[in-house]
């Protein structure tokens, strides 16, 4: 088995707080290990993937030239990215391969946006919030990823700010270096008042069947009557490794409004855990899944009820093709002074094969009685009459399942409001060919 | 000579901080029909609330004497054992719980009360089949769970049962909204005018004259802002309908 | 509180609300404290079993010794010493009684205290045949001849072993073995008695059979164990009461039921679970471990649990089913009330392996008080089950703001023609509720079982009917002091 932790010598080597700080990382994340069988958090989805590989950092600048191993009829685009550019109007930042490569020139001014390791030596603010949103102990790769602190972005929007486009954070990979891996970091506030959107969109080009790992934490803080859209499309090589895990607090009428796609990946995991920590706090979790080949995607929130008057819904769709596993675990807790408080959560599943699989496991913690909470879980196949009616008018089996598979997602993708960032995600939501 | 059964007095009282009911004065004697009307939002439902002894409301001052005794030191369900129903706008559904069920223990609580035997099984269903059957009432409607499901006719219908056999003395009918269905209103009208004797008495609460037509009241007070701004027979019923109610409001 | 003088049935000597708390003053004939091989040997010894079941136990012994006790659950209590509990008592008696005109009077009392009459002619007109054990023995089972002319079987566990030893041998341990739990484990070292049935061929049981467990002596684990065995086409329904007197220690009781169900068979499972809960707060009352599991392994062949599970300081309880036979179908049907500061831990398990098979979970968890409630479930498809079904619906009511509800369901599917429900809620009584009741002339302790008895309603109805009413009034006297 490879080591996840090594030794490298990272940017801020020489601040004494940084290094505790990823010592730290390092310690909790040895102490626990990758997650096993026995890891109820990480039941159904098993990293065995990294076990396999030894995963490395990539490398440095100067060394690429150097470490390409592709030869003369070199295809895999390290030298120059061919992966789409973010088709939307936005304001992007583009990373590749797991290192920022460009922010937008033309930020409006109460937005700032700076390198994870310059906002560090700046030193101003960003302490507060860094490393302040989760429990390293009880999250390993959230541990692994404090250990590499360095890459990723530390985003703040002044107060009452309300942003005409969305930031977009596109990261490519293209390398043809085998088993790296990118441990990225993005500390995000939205001071009081503030209206944003934030797209997250992981995309491959290259060598399709390599193999990297990518590990990142997103640190959200909703300000007061602040309210933030999070999209996410999750389109990684079918080989790679994917897992997030987004922390998010939400304050006192603020709201945190999330979709997330995801068809990549050989696993992937995108976790949520989220805590209106004040009266009035709202949020909405919305995902879809679309897979196929021997993928697992994982989707897992935890939603905190900690203040009265709290609301949270959840709707995670998801069509599971080949030998795919597709997985939904949602937790709703209600802290006992969360009175008035109301959560509902709804996962649904399409078993397209004989050999996909889907594994649930919502659950519900409530620790006082004046609330209204639900959840429903339901799975089935397509509906072989409403194929074969299709068929039978002539549509072929490929172009009856996709409009079915379009009719069963539908709901989902309707509660994005943004419409162009809705059209571009259903355009994707697609079965692989 | 009337005799008082229910007697008003300088009453007043608040939902959380706000105050709903400012000094309101009225006397209801036996056999008398008393309408109060007011624009939408003038808390006419917190009246009824308040005399129903529903949790929730602060009495802040007043006093409420029924049948000669203090109305607002008792439970609920003693108020409803002592003869007081509120025939509700939106009555509650409870999943589960069959009509029959239900009625069957409020019937024989209210029986004990007035040192009556209580009802078995059988005496119990042949009353209520046989008041049911008055109303139009489906003996299915009698096992399924109260109000789940019912329409805004079939609640109607239920509430009105539920007038006919437990035999209030005071009646509280509170149709505060204007949302009005004019034909589930003729079943509980009739239901009403059914149980009008001279020791019985009610008092109806609406935004509309047109309820006024099937249930004719003795008496019509104006309420607004928290207390009566005018009283006067069946006539000023009218007037509001064609008047409105700015009239009323103004000379406060 | 108006309805406290209306039901002066329910309170006892003490003063107190659990009126099965009195303990039976009558001479025990009781094994050394602690666990060991010599201890086991000794059981084995006194109930005069085959070489083979002693093997098994010692086997069982060396397991359970290996594992550590479960954590899992949403439970937390003081660590129990194993060390420190009698693992065998039972009332002395100089033979074995023959009849019940041998049985100690004062052990007929206490069961006719019960309401468990055991004298046949007492028994409600022949239509339900039981079997009563105390502490770690049967003391006496009724109507075993009536049930022979049909070829039925109902007899301690402890005879069966002597009297049916293949039918024993062939089906003990074949659904719960005893690597399956810590719990499974400890039972399997050192079960007691319990009851033992066998429904032959095509044979409708011609009454209800019944269980009902006493534990009496102080610092006892009670570990019983049941077997039932429905073959071919066979019909039974069984119920299980039980009850423990009031003591200021817990309790252990550490059970399995193992149900085997084969082609076409059918059986009913009831449990009205009243051990003692212990006091407002929370000293004393039992600890439940219960591993309960039924194999439908036949075609058509179906079984169904239905428990109110309302006593316990501790419960940790899920009746499962394995559907293995095509066609086969699973039921499970709960009330589960905590009051005080009581804890539950229970749900259950449908293992979907044969094809078409479905199975139903209804479960219903109501909390009060300091009481912390969890329905943990698992619905799980293999890739053979062909067209699985199941529906779960888990509704949750919170009684107070001070109680903790928790629903865990897991849902694990292989099989695309597999169609999965499954759908939660949690509510309180409202006030517009309790209000409309008040209203309409229903005191407020009434109205709150009125309105409970509707959110169960669902549950009860698949209760035989003696049953569903004594269940009706435990789970009044459960939630007593519950509200205003």
Not at chain 1, 39 to 63: G, S, V
Not at chain 3, 116 to 142: M, N
Request: with cysteine.
């Amino acid at each position: 088995m490879g080591e996840l932790v090594q030794k490298v010598e990272l940017m801020g080597s020489d601040l004494p707080w940084l290094e505790g700080l990823r010592e730290k990382g390092a310690v909790f994340f040895e102490r626990q290990g990758l997650p096993t069988a026995k890891t109820e958090a990480w039941k159904y989805t098993r990293p065995r993937d990294l076990l396999a590989d030894d995963f490395i950092l990539p490398p440095l600048e100067e060394e690429k030239e150097n470490a390409c191993t592709c030869g003369e009829h070199c295809t895999c685009g390290h030298h120059q990215r061919e992966g789409e550019d973010f088709p939307l109007s936005a304001y992007v930042i583009d990373f590749e391969n797991g290192a920022l490569e460009h922010i937008a020139h033309n930020l409006p001014r109460g937005v700032t946006i700076k390198p994870l390791i310059e906002a560090i030596y700046e030193d101003d603010g960003i302490r507060k919030y860094l490393n302040k949103s989760f429990d390293m102990e009880k999250n390993p790769f959230a541990a692994l990823n404090t250990a590499y602190l360095e890459q990723g972005l530390f985003i703040t929007i002044e107060k009452n700010m309300r942003l005409d486009k969305p930031l977009a954070l596109v990261h490519h990979s293209f390398s043809c270096h085998e088993n790296l891996m990118f441990h990225l970091r993005n500390v995000i506030v939205l001071e009081e008042g503030v209206k944003a959107e934030i797209v997250e969109y992981y995309n491959y080009s290259g060598n399709e069947k390599s193999r990297y790992f990518t590990n990142i934490v997103n640190e959200i803080y909703v300000g007061r009557h602040a309210e933030l859209k999070h999209y996410k499309f999750q389109d990684e090589a079918f080989k790679a490794v994917h897992i997030a895990y987004n922390a998010v607090k939400v304050k006192g009428e603020g709201r945190y409004n999330g979709f997330c796609l995801q068809r990549g990946g050989n696993l992937a995991r995108n976790e949520t855990r989220l805590s209106l920590t004040e009266e009035r706090a709202e949020a909405e979790i919305n995902a879809a899944y679309i897979m196929n080949g021997w993928a697992v995607i994982d989707t897992t929130t935890d939603v905190e009820h900690l203040a009265p008057y709290t609301k949270s819904t959840q709707l995670v769709k998801g069509v599971v093709g080949g030998q795919a596993k597709g997985v939904f675990q949602g937790k709703i807790h209600i802290a006992p002074m969360a009175i008035k408080t109301e959560g509902a959560q709804l996962h649904k599943a399409l078993l397209l094969t004989d050999e996909a699989e889907i594994d649930v496991k919502p659950e519900l913690e409530i620790y006082n009685d004046d609330v209204k909470c639900s959840h429903g879980a339901a799975s089935g196949e397509l509906d072989a009459d409403q194929l074969f009616y299709m068929r039978s008018r002539g549509i072929g089996e490929e172009e009856a399942k996709q409009i079915l598979v379009d009719a069963y997602l539908q709901d989902v993708l309707e509660k994005i409001n943004n419409q162009d960032i809705k059209d571009w995600l259903a355009a994707k939501a697609k079965l692989a060919k | 000579m009337k005799t008082p059964l229910l007697e008003i007095e300088d009453l007043c009282a608040r939902v959380a901080d706000k105050e709903i009911i400012k000094g309101f004065n009225l006397t209801i004697n036996e056999g008398e029909v008393h309408a109060i009307m007011g624009p939408n939002g003038a808390g006419k439902s917190t009246l009824s609330h308040v005399l129903c002894g529903k949790p929730g409301y602060e009495i802040t001052a007043g006093t409420v004497r029924y049948k000669g005794k203090n109305l607002l030191a008792m439970a609920p369900e003693e108020r409803a054992r002592e003869g007081i129903f509120l025939i509700m706008q939106y009555p509650v559904e409870i999943p589960g719980v069959p009509v029959t069920t239900f009625l069957k223990h409020a019937v024989n609580a209210i029986r004990q009360h007035r040192n009556e035997p209580e009802l078995d099984t059988m005496e119990f269903i042949k009353l209520l089949r046989e008041e049911g059957k008055k109303l139009g009432i489906n003996p299915d409607m009698l096992k399924r769970p109260i109000n789940v499901g019912f329409s805004g006719g079939e609640k109607k219908r239920l509430e009105a049962l539920q007038l006919a056999v437990l035999k209030p003395q005071f009646s509280i009918l509170d149709e505060a909204d204007s949302g009005l269905d004019v034909d589930a209103m003729k079943v509980v009208a009739e239901a009403i005018n059914a149980e009008r004797t001279e020791h019985n008495a009610m008092l109806v609460i609406t935004h509309y004259q047109r309820l006024l037509k099937d249930i004719v009241p003795d008496y019509v007070h104006i309420y607004a802002d928290g207390h009566i701004v005018a009283s006067g027979n069946k006539d000023l019923a009218r007037e509001v309908e064609e008047q409105g109610y700015a009239q009323f409001l103004k000379e406060k | 509180m108006t309805t406290e003088q209306e039901k002066p049935e329910i309170a006892d000597e003490s003063g107190d609300k659990y009126k099965y708390g009195f303990v039976t003053d009558i001479a025990s004939d009781t094994a050394p404290k602690g666990l060991s091989e010599d201890i086991i040997r000794l059981i084995s010894q006194k109930k005069g079993e085959p070489d083979w079941l002693l093997e098994r136990r010692l086997e069982a012994f060396r397991f359970w010794q290996k594992l550590k006790e479960p954590t899992w659950a949403k439970l937390s209590y003081d660590k129990i010493d194993y060390q420190d509990l009698y693992y065998y008592s039972a009332p002395k008696q100089k033979v074995a009684p023959k009849s019940l005109d041998e049985v100690d009077p004062e052990l007929l009392k206490t069961y006719e205290k019960l309401g468990i009459p055991l004298k046949e002619q007492e028994v409600l007109s022949g239509v339900v045949a039981v079997d009563a054990v105390f502490d770690s023995v049967s003391v006496a089972t009724t109507y075993r001849a009536k049930l022979a002319e049909k070829g039925v079987i109902f007899c301690p566990i402890s005879e069966a072993v002597k009297e049916y030893p293949e039918l024993v041998k062939k089906y003990l341990g074949s659904v719960v073995p005893y690597t399956d739990n810590f719990f499974a484990a400890l039972n399997s070292a050192v079960f007691t008695d319990g009851s033992f049935v066998y429904i032959p061929k095509g044979v409708r049981c011609p009454m209800e059979l019944s269980t009902y467990f006493r534990i009496n002596a102080q610092n006892t684990g009670q570990f019983e164990r049941t077997l039932i065995v429905a073959d071919e086409g066979s019909y039974v329904s069984y119920l299980e009461g039980c009850t423990a007197p009031q003591r200021d220690e817990n309790q252990l009781h550490a059970a399995i039921v193992e149900i085997v169900v084969l082609k076409d068979a059918e059986v009913k499972y009831s449990t009205v679970q009243n051990w003692y809960p212990g006091d407002k707060d929370g000293k004393g009352g039992v600890y439940n471990f219960v591993t309960k599991r039924a194999a439908c392994r036949g075609a058509n062949s179906k079984v169904s649990w239905t428990q109110v599970e309302t006593g316990s300081a501790i419960t940790w309880k899920y009746p499962s089913c394995i559907l293995q036979g095509d066609n086969s179908v699973g039921e499970f049907y709960s009330v589960a009330i905590t009051n005080n500061r009581q804890q539950a831990d229970t749900g259950t398990k449908m293992i979907h392996l044969g094809r078409n098979t479905s199975s139903k979970i209804i479960s219903k968890g109501i909390s009060a008080g300091r009481s912390n409630q969890t329905y943990r479930g698992l619905v799980k498809v293999s890739p053979n089950a062909a067209n699985a079904r199941n529906y779960s619906q888990c509704d949750s009511l919170l009684i107070g703001p001070d109680c903790g509800s928790h629903t865990i369901p897991y849902v694990e599917n292989r099989n695309k023609t597999a169609k999965l429900e499954h759908e939660a809620t949690t509510s309180k009584i409202s006030e517009e509720q309790l209000f409309y009741c008040q209203q309409r002339g229903i005191g407020e302790e009434e109205a709150v079982s009125l309105i409970v008895n509707g959110f169960c309603k669902e549950v009860m109805q698949h209760l035989p009917l003696e049953f569903a009413i004594e269940a009706a009034k435990l789970i009044n006297i459960s939630l007593e002091g519950s509200v205003g």
